[in-house]
């Protein structure tokens, strides 16, 4: 591969994060901008939902972003210009990073129905880009924190962010269950999102950053549904016990892992 193309893409993934940070700063809504739980009509609010997390959930956007800013300085070093691992990994951040900006601007041009095949897409592109992490071990432990770190806890959160955006989405839209109960409904979604985190601990032999984000956002469900204007018992119940799942199998596959590899380099986070 060419070097100016390593350049090119060293550069677009600096730029994409600048454009990701500047589309949070408007989702926030410091730049006049109105918060995304209060855009869209309020569809994404703590109790609009009973797959909602409670507001203090979004607090994990700030590590999250603050990995991204450091992973785009990082990979732009000369270091890293030729560097296979980064290579394969500078594109998928970059369009995850872009994905993540059109998802804000779609909620705050009330375009909630949009939404949802963003997500999906920066869902798809996040598991690409752990899976490119798996591939191959980081050199030295910035590399593990920066790209596999932050690459995790961005694909836990968006894990349950896109149940959440679905489930308002099909709340807006009207969705009547079918004559289920919402408690069934819900349950039965945190379940699933349970399942993914079950798998994401396999697939990632027990990497700790995506069960921590997905474990976080399952938690403040939990809260919302308990201490919430929108109550639900068997909700809360569920997102503990997917908790509790989703840690006991990641820790054990670390142990497991940790056993194996500690002779052999980094674990990665």
Do not use: H
Request: charged share 10%; net charge positive; hydrophobic share 55%.
């Amino acid at each position: 591969m060419k070097l100016s193309n390593d350049r090119l893409r060293q550069t677009v993934v600096l730029v994409s994060a600048i454009l990701a940070i500047v589309g949070s700063f408007i989702g926030s809504g410091a730049a006049g901008g109105t918060p995304i739980q209060n855009a869209s009509g309020g569809a994404l609010a703590a109790d609009s939902t009973p797959i909602a997390p409670d507001g203090p959930a979004f607090g994990i956007w700030t590590p999250i972003y603050l990995g991204l800013i450091a992973y785009a300085i990082w990979q732009f070093l000369p270091a890293q210009t030729t560097d296979a691992r980064q290579r394969t990994l500078g594109y998928p951040v970059a369009a995850s990073l872009v994905l993540n900006a059109a998802w804000i601007l779609s909620i705050q041009f009330d375009l909630l129905a949009l939404s949802v095949p963003v997500i999906v897409l920066l869902l798809a592109v996040l598991i690409r880009a752990f899976q490119l992490t798996l591939a191959s071990r980081p050199k030295n432990l910035v590399e593990t924190i920066v790209a596999d770190g932050t690459i995790g806890l961005y694909l836990g959160w968006v894990s349950i962010a896109t149940a959440a955006n679905v489930t308002a989405v099909l709340v807006a839209a009207g969705f009547g269950g079918f004559g289920i109960s919402p408690d069934v409904w819900a349950v039965a979604v945190i379940a699933v999102a349970g399942l993914v985190g079950v798998l994401i601990a396999l697939s990632g032999r027990g990497r700790l950053a995506p069960s921590a984000s997905l474990c976080w956002g399952l938690a403040w469900i939990a809260v919302a549904r308990l201490t919430g204007a929108l109550l639900s018992t068997p909700a809360a119940i569920a997102a503990l016990v997917a908790v509790v799942v989703i840690l006991t199998v990641t820790a054990t596959i670390r142990i497991r892992s940790s056993s194996t590899t500690s002779t052999r380099g980094l674990v990665a986070a």
